[in-house]
């Protein structure tokens, strides 16, 4: 049997932009945050489900529409099994997830197909009258519009009578509302004994 501490989940498919949004042209920006919602534990595995909180920042290809920069969330279920020498019926696990690799690309104006690996660490394993922290999730941010750095030549600019101001998407200008980081977890020191095959803290009557 296999004494596991970690492993990887991979989600992929195809993300659908709703009707209601224009076309769009490129994506912005992705953030992806993998929240774990159940975690099992049985003799000696570890079943665990959740979702990822998949958030699009896009510009659409309509220059004339009233908005050009949308936003849409999504959410796309994952599930898993974890093997674990020391997992007993008896138990709770926290757990950890984070994204290890995200991609995205546009497929077509209206169609996203996406690839998120995802990182489930195993932190603590406590008995079922202890009391277990909550699960900690990662957050991932990936830019997928790189702005070119402006040309110092003066030869190459335009001459224009009235300056046109640039476009500024700041990072803060939409509250995600993440959950927290695995650095703010509250995962309080504790002198109990480690599991002998892979380390994680394992708390006993």
């Not at 309509?62 to 849409?72: A, E, G, R």
């Not at 790189?146 to 300056?163: C, D, F, G, V």
């Not at 509250?175 to 004994?193: G, M, R, V």
Request: aromatic letters at 4%; glycine letters at 2%.
């Amino acid at each position: 049997m296999e004494c596991r501490k970690s492993m990887q989940v991979a989600v992929n498919g195809i993300l659908t932009i709703p009707e209601y949004i224009p076309d769009i042209d490129f994506i912005l920006r992705v953030t992806s945050t993998p929240i774990i919602e159940n975690a099992i534990v049985i003799d000696k595995q570890i079943s665990f489900s959740g979702h990822v909180l998949i958030c699009v920042e896009m510009v659409s290809s309509k220059p004339d529409c009233l908005q050009t920069v949308h936003f849409i969330s999504y959410e796309t279920p994952f599930i898993g099994l974890m093997d674990h020498w020391c997992a007993r019926a008896s138990m709770d696990a926290q757990l950890n997830a984070s994204i290890k690799h995200q991609e995205f690309k546009m497929l077509t104006p209206k169609c996203i197909n996406k690839l998120i690996v995802i990182k489930i660490s195993l932190l603590r394993l406590t008995k079922s009258c202890r009391t277990v922290n909550a699960h900690c999730s990662e957050p991932r941010l990936t830019l997928l519009c790189k702005i070119p750095p402006p040309s110092t030549s003066t030869a190459a600019q335009p001459n224009l009578t009235t300056p046109i101001q640039p476009i500024d998407f700041h990072s803060d200008s939409i509250d995600f509302h993440l959950p927290q980081t695995l650095e703010n977890c509250n995962t309080e020191p504790s002198a109990n004994a480690s599991c002998s095959i892979c380390g994680c803290k394992i708390d006993h009557v």
